[in-house]
């Protein structure tokens, strides 16, 4: 089974655990300007939004890759080899998400790896917006959402309406 | 390891920089956030200074705990001698603000003297820059959070910024950082505008380390887990914020109501959480969108609010028709209860009018209410007022004065004075509910007794946040105490405020109190800092901070006349509610206490208190 980050913007405060997990995990301090995962904040609309790497399967930052430094492992995880990057940044313009940056302090580019399995984001996340599931299931919450409201006669809110939050 | 062990000191009159190492040996003594910037402060300060003068100095401080994963850890204050006081000032904010300046690499950023023209700081990492500001001075908070934001093409930036109300110096402007969290209370506000100082951006990309991680990650964890298994911060606060207090208190009999003339509001529910949860009867839509956090907070009591566009207070005024920051509980009753308004998308526009202006809605509510209680008695007219109707429930009235005052216009510019100047004023300072020219926040002393000790002793003034026994006699935290009794109040009182100014001093909220005591906190800090931190050392570190702040305000010519209420609290009782026939009785308290704190009959430390606890 294919395990992937779900993230259920709906339910973030915008309280940078999952930043600081995440930074601490793979720099051993906490520091939210190299976390892999980033909180937007919309603050006019009400909304904050976790955004990271959703692990491609066919991964545009690999393809691109000039040195291969960047493979894919059995559970589908994308992963930089910092021995093997040369620091060029063509991964980070080929990605479409922007979710591959460079590290200017190692000369590498970091992107989340999902801590091999067992992601911290996830872990640190205090209202369950940041999951680690099954990628095939990965809708099921929104769907059981609107299943609900159709059974109710009622499409007016949706589960991504501010209103719905939790 | 905690503290990142750099201060930045910037001289706005000689426009210098410099950075210096961390007193150590002060850290040891004071941990961080206000105790230790209070020391920095008042070694270096006159206490008799004029706190509009360049001679006063302000401290934005971060605590060891800043910028960590520790629940609540985002925290910084601002230290100075408060404008609106007179006395030691420390108001403290969440928001982005503190823990992006600890990544910057700062454990606080001391202000001296006074630019010659307006001017504002950027602090990207270790370059910290002066830039002039004449394009914003005279610009909102959100136009030049914005502006800024645009000029150094930087949307990562967090900023703390005076509004038009503290270049005005408004005696009660704030400073708001990340567009509506506030160092609030005592006008610091108005002292960064009588430096000339409009903002501080900050942008950090360093990292906070700390002592031992995997201990911390454990003590952090484990706190995390007790705040959430709480009713308080694991339910009540996340759903409702603090107004989660607002019927509470009410029925309670201990909510101030039309200048504390009343302890209990009719209007109450209007305004209450339940009330901004509700869909409006207007257009059918919530005034609460979704709760937001601070950075590093698990319990999230931040509200996010929008007005219906159709309000009276925001046709054709577009800047109000977005979500942003709403009401809190002290804000929604000092606009509210406290003026007798119960129109809560009214309440709503002008807490995003102090936001957007730099105002302290708890002081400016004040300052209306008994502005109120003067036109009631016929002693302002409208031909003071400039025309306002300014009756007691007037929601008209309440916004056109929100609109006034951070801009110094009209009657605005005495609304601007605080409540005790205005009603000398008029003759009548007996009307300001007020403690060392601070108003009160949102809890009437004759239906919480142990308040107006905390009142009439806080050393920034009248304060809910320097020992809220309310958790004690109201909700039963940590046990339950009679909150009509004053007896055992004296040691309550004090045990709060020692504990009070060690969380302050650490980088946590004190809202994380509701659920931890220093047993919990201790630990964390503990794993965090060098050198070894009980929750004993805390308390007595707590107290140490407490008699600093004290010696300071006595030194600046505070003396035992100024632990008072006004006469109302203490000589009209309340009338209805479980408080019905009381008065506070601080008399009975206020010598215990003295006692409890080792001062004389004076309320002057003594020698061997200050000894003891190495002043």
Same mark, same amino acid.
């Given at each position: 089974m294919l395990k992937a980050l779900v993230i259920d913007a709906g339910k973030c405060t915008g309280c940078k655990q999952c930043e600081m997990a995440c930074s601490y995990v793979k720099e051993g301090e906490f520091n939210v300007a190299k976390s892999r995962i980033r909180v937007f904040d919309f603050h006019t609309e009400a909304r904050f939004v976790p955004y990271t790497c959703t692990q491609c399967a066919e991964a545009w930052c690999q393809q691109a890759c000039p040195v291969n430094a960047i493979t894919t492992n059995a559970d589908g995880i994308k992963i930089v080899h910092e021995n093997l990057c040369v620091g060029c940044k063509v991964c980070t313009i080929a990605c479409p998400f922007g979710t591959v940056n460079y590290n200017a302090s190692t000369g590498k580019v970091i992107k989340c790896d999902l801590c091999l399995g067992s992601p911290a984001c996830a872990d640190a996340c205090p209202t369950g917006a940041i999951t680690f599931r099954d990628s095939e299931q990965a809708g099921f919450d929104k769907m059981r959402v609107w299943a609900t409201q159709a059974a109710h006669g009622t499409t007016t809110q949706g589960p991504n309406t501010p209103a719905a939050k939790g | 390891m905690g503290w990142t062990g750099k201060i930045l000191r910037v001289n706005l009159t000689e426009g210098t920089i410099k950075t210096e190492p961390l007193r150590m040996d002060w850290a040891r003594l004071y941990l961080g956030q206000r105790g230790l910037a209070t020391k920095y402060l008042v070694e270096e300060i006159n206490p008799k200074v004029d706190p509009l003068g360049p001679d006063n100095k302000m401290i934005f401080a971060t605590g060891p705990l800043t910028g960590t994963a520790a629940s609540t850890g985002g925290r910084y204050s601002v230290i100075t001698k408060g404008a609106? @006081?007179?006395? !030691?000032?420390?108001?403290?904010? *969440? *928001?982005? %603000?503190?823990? #992006?300046? /600890? %990544?910057? +690499?700062?454990?606080?950023?001391?202000?001296? +003297? /006074?630019?010659? /023209?307006? =001017?504002?700081? @950027?602090? !990207?990492?270790?370059?910290? #820059?002066?830039?002039?500001?004449?394009? !914003?001075?005279? /610009?909102?908070?959100?136009?030049?959070? #914005?502006?800024?934001?645009?000029?150094?093409?930087?949307? $990562? $930036?967090? !900023?703390?910024?005076?509004? =038009?109300?503290? #270049?005005?110096?408004?005696?009660?402007?704030?400073?708001?950082?990340?567009?509506?969290?506030?160092? +609030?209370?005592? *006008?610091?506000?108005?002292?960064?505008?009588?430096k000339n100082l409009k903002a501080i951006a900050v942008r950090g990309t360093n990292g906070v380390k700390v002592k031992d991680g995997m201990r911390f990650l454990k003590a952090t964890r484990e706190a995390k887990k007790v705040l959430q298994e709480n009713a308080v911060t694991g339910a009540g606060l996340p759903t409702y914020g603090t107004q989660v207090l607002m019927n509470v208190i009410n029925e309670a009999g201990a909510m101030p109501t039309r200048n504390h003339r009343q302890v209990q509001f009719e209007g109450a529910h209007d305004i209450s959480a339940e009330a901004m949860a509700t869909p409006r009867k207007s257009d059918g839509q919530k005034n609460l969108l979704t709760n937001q956090a601070c950075f590093g907070c698990t319990i999230a009591c931040g509200r996010i609010s929008k007005i219906d566009e159709k309000h009276f207070s925001i046709q054709n005024k577009p800047q109000y028709w977005h979500a942003s920051g709403g009401l809190e509980y002290e804000a929604a009753w000092a606009l509210g209860s406290n003026t007798g308004v119960n129109d809560l998308e009214a309440l709503t526009m002008v807490n995003f009018v102090c936001n957007e202006q730099g105002l302290d809605p708890i002081s400016f509510g004040a300052t209306v209410s008994a502005a109120m209680e003067l036109y009631d008695l016929g002693l302002i007219t409208k031909e003071t007022t400039g025309g306002i109707d300014l009756k007691f429930g007037s929601a008209e009235a309440l916004v056109k004065c929100a609109e006034l005052t951070g801009k110094a216009e009209g009657f605005g510019k005495e609304l601007g004075l605080g409540s005790l100047r205005l009603c000398t004023k008029y003759g009548r300072p007996d009307l300001s509910m007020s403690v060392k020219g601070q108003e009160f926040p949102a809890y009437d002393s004759r239906g919480i007794q142990g308040m107006g000790l905390t009142y009439a002793t806080s050393n920034r003034g009248a304060c809910h946040l320097r020992s809220y026994t309310v958790s004690s006699e109201i909700l039963g935290i940590p046990e339950k105490t009679d909150p009509l009794a004053t007896d055992g109040k004296p040691a309550l009182v004090k045990a709060f405020q020692d504990a009070t100014a060690a969380v302050d001093s650490s980088g946590l909220c004190v809202f994380t109190t509701f659920a931890w005591t220093l047993n919990d906190i201790a630990p964390q800090v503990d794993a965090a800092c060098e050198g070894d931190w009980s929750p004993e050392y805390l308390m007595e570190l707590g107290e140490r901070i407490w008699n600093m702040e004290r010696v300071f305000n006595n030194r600046a010519g505070f003396t035992a006349k100024d632990d008072n209420l006004p006469p109302r609290l203490v000589s009209e009782p309340a009338e209805a509610g479980p408080a019905k026939g009381l008065v506070n009785g601080l008399a009975k308290m206020l010598p215990e206490y003295y006692q409890l704190r080792g001062w004389t009959a004076d309320g002057v430390p003594t020698n061997e208190t200050l000894s003891r606890l190495a002043l």
């Open positions: - | 609106l @006081t007179n006395a !030691i000032a420390c108001s403290n904010s *969440g *928001g982005y %603000f503190g823990a #992006e300046l /600890k %990544f910057a +690499g700062w454990d606080m950023i001391i202000v001296e +003297g /006074k630019s010659p /023209k307006p =001017v504002y700081l @950027t602090v !990207i990492d270790d370059k910290c #820059e002066i830039h002039d500001a004449g394009q !914003i001075w005279g /610009k909102s908070v959100w136009d030049s959070d #914005e502006w800024i934001k645009k000029r150094h093409q930087d949307p $990562m $930036m967090h !900023i703390s910024i005076i509004g =038009v109300a503290g #270049e005005n110096q408004v005696l009660y402007s704030c400073i708001v950082n990340d567009l509506h969290r506030a160092a +609030g209370r005592s *006008g610091v506000g108005a002292v960064m505008g009588s």
